[in-house]
């Protein structure tokens, strides 16, 4: 087993010898058939219990896909709380149906709304940060987050101002600030983690998705005027089976084309983000090597997206297993001092008032 | 003894040990350099979740991680520790549970999709107010204008006596719909009328020339009065808006998905506009009993637009046509064409 050379390893690093790096994996075990059984059994009980159960079906999910999810021969860990989720589950509901009621009866009261969401949202992505990251664990030891409300308000809507006052020039600027503040922000036990990708990589793939986006766009008007705008045969109230009627079956296959053009350039994109992203991560002495293949993802989706449609959508547990396989078996590790290095910040992971606590505070808004 | 790793909760440096459950109820951890024991009772123990790896909590913090799932259970029953949610594990590795639970939810949202979503859809559109449905039409007409339409060529006097008319149908209704009635003539659309939700009725100068009595053109109004009365517009998107809600809710989130199920609404927009149409049929039916205006005359000139449009009578029906067929709406009778 390598994880007895891991942690030699290790042992190595903190003798101060100069030491190889090592790469070490992500393993993802789960398999379609397994998760399958658990998602319908979870979808059955969500339904019989009217939604109720859909907080502890979310606990056994995750836990089955971090319990699942193996580095170094351990797995990670899920501690999240049904009640804590259902609570925060009320809550969103409670502010959902009180948004309703206000603005149907004072339309105008969206206006006044708009101050109240900006000044929410950034407070939203704390806090469910916070609990998504203190309720995980790897080898007994708790990941944190270091985010601050003035952090966040900067990097989620300070930004998007200034991304609309440079009239959307500095965008993929914008979307680096967001990750590094959410990632840049994350600890593994004391361990904080560094984000260091920088803005040039951001400004390729954003503009290479946004030149690759609107050429899709393009086709897919062109097709649309051709067939939809110049000649109206029918109803202007119109159905899915009247528009192939319009366009014919050539047309057809043309929107089909485009369709998955579209999900390729989707697809490129979450590849490069997911690079660019977790791939600029650095915690202490390790390094993460994040190497997706744009071509694979989309290859993925779309044979994902051929599944469901088959089976009506009863292949989305494979779907979703693949998806994650693929993400995290082109995830590494690349280290020098082993994994056993990182220490736990002084009872954050076994103070029980403070889980307690945690889990009254730090409401999982399902985001 | 049960095998696994433990780890203190202090550094994420693990060491391997052997996991004892004794008789007199204390676990005992084995092959570590200190001695790690603690009542089993207070011992915390992760719910089995497929065949993920198993945690055991000991009272400082410290936790050991086994694969060796059945173990655990053993021990634990011998030993009479209840919780644990084992049940739950049982029921996901039972294929007949597994396969039961498909078909129930299979069926359950069937259900709710034909009956629960048009049903709910309605509650809600009776507590919405009208100026919801006026909402949802603004701008569409302009729409059409710029693309579809041009300027009615009816005479000024005729298009005046229809508006009468639809004015003398539409004021009695009391239901809050600012009814008014618009003339266009279209070359692309033919012989056809339909509805906003504002209440704006659209008439197009090919079905006028095509009526032969005005009282085909009421039958054709009254329709059209049906579909907004009966806020077909309102409801249909709540319906989308429920069908999509119930769809994220089963198939959740991988991103790959998310494009499909928004055309999940889209999938059955036609079933749910069949059944508006048919609606409004009964209630433009309805309405012409009730004001002493022969039936026939809405099956008549609903023969006539079909035959006009070109389309066979009897159309081997494609699952998503927005509209029933016109044999099941109407009886056409050659007298129809009279």
Same mark, same amino acid.
């Given at each position: 087993?390598?994880?007895?050379?891991?942690?030699?390893?290790?042992?190595?690093?903190?003798?101060?010898?100069?030491? *190889?790096? !090592?790469?070490?994996?992500?393993?993802?075990?789960?398999?379609?058939?397994?998760?399958?059984?658990?998602?319908?059994?979870?979808?059955?009980?969500?339904?019989?219990?009217?939604?109720?159960?859909?907080?502890?079906?979310?606990?056994?999910?995750?836990?089955?896909?971090?319990?699942?999810?193996?580095?170094?021969?351990?797995?990670?860990?899920?501690?999240?709380?049904?009640?804590?989720?259902?609570?925060?589950?009320?809550?969103?509901?409670?502010?959902?149906?009180?948004?309703?009621?206000?603005?149907?009866?004072?339309?105008?009261?969206?206006?006044?709304?708009?101050?109240?969401?900006?000044?929410?949202?950034?407070?939203?992505?704390?806090? *469910?940060?916070?609990?998504?990251?203190?309720?995980?664990?790897?080898?007994?030891?708790?990941?944190?987050?270091?985010?601050?409300?003035?952090?966040?308000?900067? *990097?989620?809507?300070?930004?998007?101002? !200034?991304?609309?006052?440079?009239?959307?020039?500095?965008?993929?600027?914008?979307?680096?600030?967001?990750?590094?503040?959410?990632?840049?922000?994350? *600890?593994?036990?004391?361990?904080?983690?560094?984000?260091?990708?920088?803005?040039?990589?951001?400004?390729?793939?954003?503009?290479?998705?946004?030149?690759?986006?609107?050429?899709?766009?393009?086709?897919?008007?062109?097709?649309?005027?051709?067939?939809?705008?110049?000649?109206?045969?029918?109803?202007?109230?119109?159905?899915?089976?009247?528009?192939?009627?319009?366009?014919?079956?050539?047309?057809?296959?043309?929107?089909?084309?485009?369709?998955?053009?579209?999900?390729?350039?989707?697809?490129?994109?979450?590849?490069?983000?997911?690079?660019?992203?977790?791939?600029?991560?650095?915690?202490?002495?390790?390094?993460?090597?994040?190497?997706?293949?744009?071509?694979?993802?989309?290859?993925?989706?779309?044979?994902? !997206?051929?599944?469901?449609?088959?089976?009506?959508?009863?292949?989305?547990?494979?779907?979703?297993?693949?998806?994650?396989?693929?993400?995290?078996?082109?995830?590494?590790?690349?280290?020098?001092?082993?994994?056993?290095?990182?220490?736990?910040?002084?009872?954050?992971?076994?103070?029980?008032?403070?889980?307690?606590?945690?889990?009254?505070?730090?409401?999982?808004?399902?985001? | 003894?049960?095998?696994?790793?433990?780890?203190?909760?202090?550094? $994420?440096?693990?060491?391997?040990?052997?996991?004892?459950?004794?008789?007199?109820?204390?676990?005992?951890?084995?092959?570590?350099?200190?001695?790690?024991?603690?009542?089993?009772?207070?011992?915390? +123990?992760?719910?089995?979740?497929?065949?993920?790896?198993?945690?055991?909590?000991?009272?400082?913090?410290?936790?050991?991680?086994?694969?060796? &799932?059945?173990?655990?259970?053993?021990?634990?029953?011998?030993?009479?520790?209840?919780?644990?949610?084992?049940? /739950?594990?049982?029921?996901?590795?039972?294929? &007949?549970?597994?396969?039961?639970?498909?078909?129930?939810?299979?069926?359950?949202?069937?259900? +709710?999709?034909?009956?629960?979503?048009?049903?709910?859809?309605?509650?809600?559109?009776?507590?919405?107010?009208?100026?919801?449905?006026?909402?949802?039409?603004?701008?569409?007409?302009?729409?059409?204008?710029?693309?579809?339409?041009?300027?009615?060529?009816?005479?000024?006097?005729?298009?005046?006596?229809?508006?009468?008319?639809?004015?003398?149908?539409?004021?009695?209704?009391?239901?809050?719909?600012?009814?008014?009635?618009?003339?266009? &003539?279209?070359?692309?659309?033919?012989?056809?009328? +339909?509805?906003?939700?504002?209440?704006?009725?659209?008439?197009?100068?090919? /079905?006028?020339?095509?009526?032969? $009595?005005?009282?085909?053109?009421?039958?054709?109004?009254?329709?059209?009065?049906?579909?907004?009365?009966?806020?077909?517009?309102?409801?249909?998107?709540?319906?989308?808006?429920?069908?999509?809600?119930?769809?994220?809710?089963?198939?959740?989130?991988?991103?790959?998905?998310?494009?499909?199920?928004?055309?999940?609404?889209?999938?059955?927009?036609?079933?749910?506009?069949?059944?508006?149409?048919?609606?409004?049929?009964?209630?433009?039916?309805?309405?012409?009993? @009730?004001?002493?205006?022969? @039936?026939?005359?809405?099956?008549?000139?609903?023969?006539?637009?079909?035959?006009?449009?070109?389309?066979?009578?009897?159309?081997?029906?494609?699952?998503?046509?927005?509209?029933?067929?016109?044999?099941?709406?109407?009886?056409?009778?050659?007298?129809?064409?009279?």
């Amino acid at each position: 087993m390598n994880e007895t050379t891991i942690d030699a390893v290790g042992l190595a690093a903190s003798s101060s010898a100069p030491v *190889a790096r !090592l790469n070490v994996p992500f393993e993802f075990r789960a398999t379609g058939g397994e998760y399958f059984r658990i998602w319908i059994v979870n979808l059955l009980l969500t339904i019989v219990t009217l939604g109720i159960y859909s907080a502890w079906a979310k606990v056994r999910r995750l836990r089955y896909f971090y319990g699942s999810t193996l580095l170094d021969g351990h797995s990670f860990e899920y501690h999240g709380k049904p009640l804590a989720i259902l609570k925060g589950r009320l809550v969103v509901f409670a502010v959902y149906v009180v948004f309703l009621v206000v603005t149907e009866m004072w339309p105008l009261a969206v206006l006044l709304m708009i101050p109240i969401v900006i000044f929410a949202v950034p407070w939203i992505i704390v806090k *469910a940060r916070l609990f998504q990251m203190r309720m995980t664990s790897y080898r007994n030891l708790r990941f944190n987050f270091h985010g601050t409300y003035g952090g966040a308000m900067s *990097a989620f809507v300070g930004w998007y101002f !200034l991304v609309i006052l440079t009239l959307g020039i500095i965008f993929p600027m914008w979307v680096r600030r967001q990750v590094a503040y959410i990632l840049g922000n994350t *600890a593994f036990g004391t361990t904080q983690f560094r984000f260091v990708t920088g803005n040039g990589r951001f400004f390729a793939f954003c503009y290479a998705t946004m030149g690759l986006g609107i050429l899709v766009y393009g086709a897919f008007f062109v097709l649309l005027f051709q067939a939809g705008l110049m000649n109206p045969q029918n109803n202007p109230d119109m159905a899915p089976g009247d528009l192939a009627k319009l366009i014919g079956l050539a047309g057809l296959c043309k929107l089909l084309l485009i369709a998955m053009a579209g999900v390729s350039v989707v697809g490129y994109y979450q590849a490069a983000l997911a690079n660019a992203s977790f791939g600029g991560i650095e915690i202490g002495q390790t390094r993460v090597i994040s190497k997706l293949r744009a071509s694979s993802l989309i290859w993925i989706q779309v044979t994902n !997206l051929l599944g469901l449609v088959f089976t009506l959508g009863l292949f989305y547990p494979w779907a979703k297993v693949r998806v994650m396989r693929y993400h995290l078996e082109n995830t590494s590790l690349d280290t020098a001092g082993g994994i056993g290095e990182f220490t736990a910040s002084a009872g954050s992971a076994t103070d029980p008032l403070g889980e307690e606590l945690g889990d009254f505070f730090d409401m999982d808004f399902g985001l | 003894m049960i095998a696994g790793r433990f780890f203190d909760g202090t550094s $994420s440096v693990g060491a391997p040990a052997h996991l004892t459950l004794g008789a007199d109820g204390i676990a005992r951890l084995h092959g570590l350099p200190v001695r790690i024991e603690a009542p089993a009772d207070a011992l915390k +123990f992760s719910e089995r979740v497929g065949s993920i790896p198993r945690r055991v909590t000991f009272p400082d913090g410290g936790v050991f991680e086994t694969r060796d &799932n059945d173990a655990i259970d053993e021990a634990r029953e011998t030993l009479g520790l209840k919780g644990g949610k084992a049940w /739950l594990h049982r029921l996901e590795s039972r294929w &007949n549970v597994v396969l039961g639970s498909l078909a129930t939810v299979v069926l359950l949202s069937v259900a +709710f999709v034909q009956w629960g979503v048009p049903a709910i859809a309605n509650q809600v559109a009776q507590v919405m107010p009208v100026q919801a449905d006026r909402a949802i039409g603004i701008g569409t007409l302009d729409a059409f204008d710029r693309t579809l339409f041009e300027p009615s060529k009816l005479p000024a006097k005729r298009r005046t006596e229809l508006s009468k008319e639809f004015a003398d149908m539409t004021s009695p209704l009391g239901d809050g719909h600012q009814y008014q009635l618009e003339f266009r &003539n279209s070359e692309s659309i033919g012989a056809n009328a +339909f509805a906003l939700p504002s209440g704006i009725v659209v008439m197009t100068d090919d /079905l006028v020339k095509l009526a032969k $009595s005005d009282e085909e053109i009421i039958a054709v109004l009254a329709h059209e009065i049906g579909h907004v009365r009966g806020r077909h517009a309102l409801r249909q998107l709540l319906q989308a808006a429920g069908i999509s809600a119930l769809a994220v809710a089963l198939l959740g989130d991988v991103s790959s998905i998310s494009g499909i199920l928004s055309g999940a609404p889209a999938l059955l927009h036609a079933k749910h506009s069949r059944d508006f149409e048919r609606e409004a049929d009964a209630f433009a039916r309805q309405w012409l009993r @009730e004001h002493d205006i022969d @039936e026939t005359k809405f099956d008549a000139i609903l023969c006539r637009m079909t035959k006009t449009a070109g389309q066979s009578e009897t159309e081997a029906i494609d699952y998503f046509s927005s509209h029933p067929p016109t044999d099941e709406r109407v009886r056409c009778s050659p007298a129809s064409d009279k």
